[in-house]
């Protein structure tokens, strides 16, 4: 392993045009350099996918872009996202969040100052869209949990996912398309089991959680 390995976060959108451009910067602009962005928009019918063309140019080392004609569904976007990370760790997220400075850099250094941990995720703010206001902590609304795939079914899908960074690995795993939501709960079961790796968190807020009327 290098000592700077390539990150990915693949990021998944449809029709986010208020959102997309606030998120792809927070990624394209963390101080952690080695990073491959592959954004999967589902065929938006808005402004996003000119959004996206924009920000490509402005960070062409960094930015993929794979533009849908049709609307696939969100499960089917995010196994086709997925697919196209080379790294040798994934960020999980999503069009409408944001990532807060140093998030890649310090995940990465908790995760590899504890190889134990295959998968880790932080605490998160949670804030109204309109306002901006701060409404809450993904820590103090749910708590911290750490421990298994037991603990994952145990507790249900105690994971934000705009916080999961994950090492990737030799498995053949897909996100499940028979289910019609909590594809990644079911997608973080399978990986845990399979790689028998334990889930870290890491006690920093590192990303902010938009509520809006579409979520």
């Known amino acids: 392993m290098s000592n ?4 990915s976060v693949f990021i998944t ?3 986010q045009e208020d959102f997309i451009g606030e998120a792809v910067k927070s990624v394209a602009e963390q101080d952690y350099q080695n990073v491959q962005i592959v954004i999967s928009d589902d065929g938006s019918t808005d402004s996003s996918p000119l959004i996206l063309k924009e920000l490509s140019k402005k960070y062409p080392k960094k930015i993929e872009i794979h533009l849908h004609k049709e609307n696939r569904g969100s499960t089917w976007n995010h196994n086709y996202a997925f697919q196209h990370c080379w790294g040798e760790y994934i960020c999980y ?3 409408d969040d944001i990532m807060l400075p140093g998030k890649i850099r ?3 250094e908790f995760m590899r100052q504890h190889p134990k941990f295959c998968l880790t995720y932080h605490n998160v703010e949670l804030f109204e869209s309109n306002s901006g206001k701060t409404i809450n902590t993904w820590k103090n609304r ?3 949990r750490t421990g298994s795939a037991k603990e994952l079914v145990r507790y249900g ?3 934000p996912s705009l916080s999961i960074m994950f ?5 053949d795993i897909e996100f499940n398309q028979e289910v019609s939501m909590s594809e990644d709960w079911f997608f973080f079961i399978e990986y845990l089991q399979k790689t028998k790796g334990k889930i870290g968190y890491l006690n920093e807020i590192l990303g902010r959680y938009r509520r809006h009327r579409n979520n």
Do not use: I, R
């Open 157 to 159: 899908n105690f994971l």
């Open 106 to 108: 310090k995940q990465l």
């Open 167 to 171: 090492e990737k690995n030799t498995f």
């Open 13 to 15: 959108s449809y029709n």
């Open 142 to 144: 749910f708590g911290a």
């Open 4 to 7: 700077s390995p390539l990150v």
């Open 93 to 95: 997220f999503d069009g």
